[in-house]
């Protein structure tokens, strides 16, 4: 079964950065796209970013462009998401999505 399990959200101030990680198993992680999606409190699920099998393609929401990176090592089977200067709009539960199948979350909170 597919399994993907992230991690690395925590609690950080304006301007910080995280990193997350999904690790995925049950499935060839490396012959399918792969996504990051976000819940905010009380608000419907969105999407973040988007990354090609290969990891060349990458796909961004207008509010993270040039504050998040997406990537992935499909030897390790892991997807990342590089957060760098954090707003307390990016508070949420951050996801990591194969077509509709996502992981438990890991939340990130922003705040002073």
């Known amino acids: 079964a597919v399994q993907l399990v992230e991690s690395g959200g925590g609690l950080v101030q304006p301007g910080g950065s995280l990193r997350l990680s999904c690790v995925a198993s049950?499935?060839?992680?490396?012959?399918?796209?792969m996504k990051w999606v976000r819940q905010a409190p009380g608000k419907g699920v969105e999407w973040v970013s988007s990354?090609?099998?290969?990891?060349?393609?990458?796909t961004y929401h207008a509010s993270v462009k040039g504050r998040f990176t997406i990537s992935r090592d499909n030897a390790e089977n892991t997807l990342y998401l590089q957060l760098n200067s954090l707003k307390t709009e990016d508070t949420a539960t951050y996801y990591c999505?194969?077509?509709?199948?996502r992981g438990q979350g890991t939340q990130v909170t922003v705040s002073s």
């Open positions: 990354i090609g099998p290969g990891g060349i393609i990458k």
């Open positions: 999505q194969k077509d509709d199948i």
């Open positions: 049950g499935f060839t992680f490396g012959v399918y796209s």
